[in-house]
């Protein structure tokens, strides 16, 4: 028989066997713990159904099994010599770690991707409308919509007579300088449909009846405006599939 054939062969025994071996010593362990919770819970109507001794028998069994196996891999693994042995470990412990470290990050690559595209499709196809009181700039917010890559906003005067808010998914107040009242909040929220959303950002006090609103979400700092404005796109889309 060729030679490096035969080694190899002799690996997949040693390495066959190792499995074995471990599946034996679970199965030995978790008989154990069936034996012992059995007797512990005192649960008669159980102990009728498995009797403990024929666990205990299977349990003798598993373990003369698992001695025997492991004593035929000591005795055949000095016939291929200590430094064989100690290579196969090193390979199989290195195989197991490469793989495992393998399958947590594309886990991780997949969650990743998953909640990013799912991002920039919202994103890319929402329609957002963009209330700005009359005197204030709206240079800062056009720069964030253009460099967060969202489809860009219609831009409007907050007020405006016939705005069709409906037309859009979102409407985005902005009110960086603190201009905007309560009042011309609850005009939007009286007068948009059911699946339209509406983010306010600036720092107004803003009444607990709009707050409990369940289409309303708001930030007060420009740091914030980016996680919360895709939380508010993303129930716009969930109110949007339930209605």
Same mark, same amino acid.
């Given at each position: 028989?060729?030679?490096?054939?035969?080694?190899?062969?002799?690996?997949?025994?040693?390495?066959?066997?190792?499995?074995?071996?471990?599946?034996?010593?679970?199965?030995?362990?978790?008989?154990?713990?069936?034996?012992?919770?059995?007797?512990?819970?005192?649960?008669?109507?159980?102990?009728?159904? *498995?009797?403990?001794?024929?666990? /205990?028998?299977?349990?003798?069994?598993? &373990? @003369? #099994? %698992?001695?025997?196996?492991?004593?035929?891999?000591?005795?055949?693994?000095?016939?291929?010599?200590?430094?064989?042995?100690?290579?196969?470990?090193?390979?199989?412990?290195?195989?197991?770690?490469?793989?495992?470290?393998?399958?947590?990050?594309?886990?991780?690559?997949?969650?990743?991707?998953?909640?990013?595209?799912?991002?920039?499709?919202?994103?890319?196809?929402?329609?957002?409308?963009?209330?700005?009181?009359?005197?204030?700039?709206?240079?800062? *917010?056009?720069?964030?919509?253009? /460099?967060?890559?969202?489809?860009?906003? &219609? @831009? #409007? %005067?907050?007020?405006?007579?016939?705005?069709?808010?409906?037309?859009?998914?979102?409407?985005?107040?902005?009110?960086?300088?603190?201009?905007?009242?309560?009042?011309?909040?609850?005009?939007?929220?009286?007068?948009?449909?059911?699946?339209?959303?509406?983010?306010?950002?600036?720092?107004?006090?803003?009444?607990?009846?709009?707050?409990?609103?369940?289409?309303?979400?708001?930030?007060?700092?420009?740091?914030?405006?980016?996680?919360?404005?895709?939380?508010?796109?993303?129930?716009?889309?969930?109110?949007?599939?339930?209605?």
């Amino acid at each position: 028989m060729n030679k490096p054939i035969f080694y190899v062969f002799c690996l997949f025994c040693i390495a066959s066997t190792d499995v074995q071996a471990q599946t034996l010593r679970d199965s030995v362990i978790s008989l154990q713990k069936t034996v012992h919770n059995l007797k512990n819970e005192h649960d008669s109507l159980r102990l009728s159904e *498995i009797n403990a001794k024929q666990l /205990e028998l299977r349990i003798e069994k598993n &373990d @003369f #099994e %698992l001695r025997r196996d492991y004593n035929w891999l000591i005795s055949h693994g000095f016939t291929f010599g200590l430094a064989g042995l100690v290579a196969l470990f090193v390979v199989l412990y290195s195989a197991y770690q490469a793989i495992t470290r393998w399958a947590i990050k594309q886990a991780e690559e997949k969650i990743r991707q998953h909640f990013e595209h799912e991002d920039n499709i919202l994103k890319r196809e929402k329609k957002i409308l963009v209330l700005t009181p009359e005197k204030q700039s709206i240079a800062f *917010i056009k720069q964030f919509f253009r /460099e967060m890559h969202f489809r860009m906003p &219609d @831009f #409007e %005067l907050i007020g405006k007579a016939d705005l069709k808010f409906n037309d859009f998914q979102l409407i985005f107040i902005n009110d960086e300088e603190d201009i905007i009242n309560n009042e011309q909040i609850h005009i939007i929220l009286r007068d948009i449909g059911g699946t339209v959303s509406v983010f306010y950002f600036g720092g107004l006090q803003l009444q607990q009846d709009i707050k409990s609103k369940k289409q309303f979400s708001s930030c007060q700092f420009k740091s914030q405006i980016y996680g919360n404005l895709l939380n508010a796109l993303r129930f716009q889309k969930l109110l949007s599939n339930t209605s």
